[in-house]
């Protein structure tokens, strides 16, 4: 069972420090996108994490998410609006050994809840005026201070027009129905600048998150110039209302995305990528392509971390923050999220060679 080499402090200035590449930071720091449930529960039951807390207390899961960041060596906690769009979803059992309970959901790719006009109108859309903040309200008052808070924006402007909409739908819609189209992500828009608004009145939000998975193994979900009119346009207001409130603005994007890259560093501003896959675009490389111009988050590609042992991991570990730690602007992690079917000891690994690293 893996221990961790050294305990490491949250320092949350050291942190926005390194996201701003302000030099090669004293310490690794890590990120993460997302750690599924089951990882987290399996962590908590393993190292006993949640002993003191009780499952009563109306914040046992803010305190609990504390616990799980401060032990695993992050320097800050995700938090959001509790905001919920509907979808057209399938389910499918999970085969992993953390299994979710009710199974995997997908989105349904055929089909959304709006397909013309008609269900345009009758979309139950958001208030964001009466989203509950509950859990940011909390961790405005109760959070460590050495911590900082991530804002989750939400900012799924490509993944919304496609839930909505259903994948086969918009790509009809880009031909057929375009006006349709561009109703929705100006809805979208309208939506997301109303989080952006409400989390940057939170002073312990110190960096804004935006989510939006728009490419596949070899190319863009959509056209470039599609993104370009719809989806990008969305981030760059996003961007420009986090910069306006003296925060960053973290992307994450699963996919082949290069052809838009230009946009999203030039146009967009983005000041972070999170998300990178080996057989897309190492994060190594990454580093030597822009690396220099926004801060690069993960990168341990997730494949490689569920198939290799631990001295192979330690290896990739030390080989990609050789490359990536210099000048600032590297958080270690995996190249998507800490998935349910990540073995738990590897993921351990990975983030106790950061520790070690520089030691």
Not at 53 to 61: H, Q
Not at 88 to 95: G, H, L
Request: aromatic residues 10%; negative net charge; glycine residues 8%.
């Amino acid at each position: 069972m893996i221990e961790f080499t050294r305990k490491v402090e949250p320092d949350a200035e050291a942190f926005l420090a390194n996201l701003r590449r302000e030099g090669t930071p004293q310490r690794v720091h890590y990120l993460e996108f997302w750690i599924d449930d089951e990882i987290q529960e399996a962590v908590c039951k393993r190292f006993d994490l949640t002993a003191g807390l009780s499952e009563d207390d109306p914040y046992f899961a803010e305190k609990r998410q504390i616990a799980i960041r401060r032990f695993l060596g992050y320097d800050y906690v995700m938090a959001g609006l509790e905001l919920e769009m509907l979808g057209q979803y399938v389910t499918a059992a999970d085969t992993a050994e953390l299994a979710r309970r009710g199974g995997r959901v997908f989105q349904d790719e055929h089909s959304g809840p709006i397909t013309s006009w008609e269900e345009f109108e009758k979309y139950p859309w958001p208030d964001i005026a009466t989203i509950s903040d509950r859990s940011l309200v909390w961790y405005e008052k109760n959070l460590p201070d050495e911590m900082c808070l991530i804002g989750h924006s939400r900012g799924h402007f490509a993944e919304y027009l496609s839930a909505l909409m259903g994948y086969e739908t918009l790509c009809f819609a880009l031909s057929d129905n375009r006006d349709l189209v561009v109703a929705i992500a100006d809805k979208l828009r309208e939506i997301f600048c109303g989080v952006i608004r409400r989390l940057v009145q939170f002073n312990r939000v110190k960096t804004v998150l935006g989510s939006d998975d728009m490419g596949f193994k070899t190319g863009t979900l959509i056209s470039p110039d599609d993104l370009r009119e719809f989806v990008l346009p969305g981030h760059k207001v996003l961007a420009e209302m986090a910069h306006q409130a003296g925060r960053l603005y973290l992307l994450h994007s699963c996919g082949n995305i290069r052809e838009i890259m230009p946009d999203l560093i030039d146009d967009v501003k983005i000041d972070a990528r999170h998300s990178f896959e080996d057989v897309i675009e190492p994060v190594t490389e990454a580093k030597a392509s822009y690396g220099d111009r926004i801060a690069l988050l993960g990168g341990i590609d997730l494949d490689f971390l569920c198939r290799s042992d631990e001295q192979a991991i330690r290896k990739r570990v030390r080989e990609t923050l050789d490359v990536c730690m210099p000048g600032g602007g590297y958080c270690l992690g995996t190249g998507n999220s800490v998935a349910n079917y990540v073995p738990l000891d590897n993921y351990l690994v990975m983030l106790d060679e950061g520790r070690r690293y520089g030691i």
